[in-house]
């Protein structure tokens, strides 16, 4: 039965803190966790010795009995019958870690373990802890005209169909979560958490900027100088705009309350920006360039 080395299972050295050996393992712990790894026997046996190695270095009792009589483990039961007797005898937990014990049971320790420190004590009373389940990352594609108005999609995860509500007004990047949607947890433990990331697509008219949009309307030279109306297809249907006479290229206008709808906010909206441009007219017959030299002279 050969010595294990705790300490450099985790990459640590004998004078690792609390902080570093929680830090340590937690790193370690996802690295290798069976749900990221579930067909590598190798990681598998790895996180069995990581959560051995947490299992013996976060108890203070343990890690003192093992800095004590590590490579001379042959004499532990001496110093358990030392204690005994002095009536010190304690028991201690991890703290509840959550990836300590997802191994399982007893031969999840090995009998290096079992011989330092016993079965019971390294199960805790023989009983398997528990631990939550993985979370997982999911993207939901979506168009402009998606995110306008609140409705259901159904998305599948890991193999399951999960239909969601998507408020309307989400941004892209922007995460939500849904709890107890990730991974099962063991044991008993809770399940982990599903994050959705909500990816949209450029629209070929609209711009968002936060809750505002933006857009260009094109107007030829006869409405920007004597006025008139142009009809804009929205996200919410067709829009009359009137356009007053001598209308400027580049002109802007605001149209409180057309824009995007805040999210999680019933009935509040941003505003819609549209700038006007106005397009010279191309290829004039001589009387329509006649014309237009007549205006040039009065």
Do not use: C
């Not at 999840?108 to 398997?128: I, V």
């Not at 996200?235 to 995007?260: D, H, M, W, Y």
């Amino acid at each position: 039965m050969e010595y294990v080395d705790y300490y450099k299972i985790l990459g640590l050295d004998k004078n690792a803190s609390d902080d570093d050996i929680k830090k340590a393992f937690r790193k370690l712990a996802r690295k290798y966790h069976p749900d990221l790894n579930p067909s590598d026997k190798s990681a598998h046996k790895k996180f069995q010795e990581i959560n051995e190695a947490n299992e013996v270095l976060s108890d203070p009792e343990k890690r003192k009995k093992y800095d004590k009589y590590g490579k001379d483990w042959q004499h532990a039961e001496e110093f358990e019958k030392a204690r005994q007797s002095q009536g010190r005898q304690q028991q201690y937990s991890s703290g509840g870690n959550p990836f300590a014990g997802a191994g399982g049971g007893d031969e999840d320790f090995s009998d290096f373990f079992s011989s330092m420190f016993g079965r019971s004590e390294g199960t805790r009373g023989g009983r398997q802890a528990k631990y939550r389940g993985q979370d997982y990352n999911a993207e939901l594609h979506l168009q402009l005209a998606d995110a306008y108005t609140t409705h259901q999609k159904t998305i599948t995860v890991n193999g399951k169909n999960l239909r969601i509500t998507i408020p309307a007004g989400v941004e892209d990047g922007q995460v939500i979560k849904l709890k107890g949607h990730g991974g099962e947890g063991t044991n008993g433990g809770p399940n982990g958490d599903l994050y959705i990331t909500f990816v949209i697509a450029p629209h070929p008219i609209f711009k968002r900027s936060g809750n505002d949009l933006h857009t260009t309307v094109d107007i030829d030279l006869y409405t920007a100088i004597l006025g008139g109306e142009v009809v804009l297809e929205t996200l919410s249907g067709k829009l009359k705009l009137k356009v007053n006479a001598e209308t400027q290229n580049g002109t802007k206008i605001r149209l409180k309350g057309k824009g995007f709808p805040v999210y999680k906010s019933e009935g509040q909206f941003g505003d819609l920006y549209v700038t006007y441009s106005v397009k010279i007219p191309t290829n004039l017959t001589e009387r329509q360039k006649e014309l237009f030299r007549e205006l040039s002279k009065s």
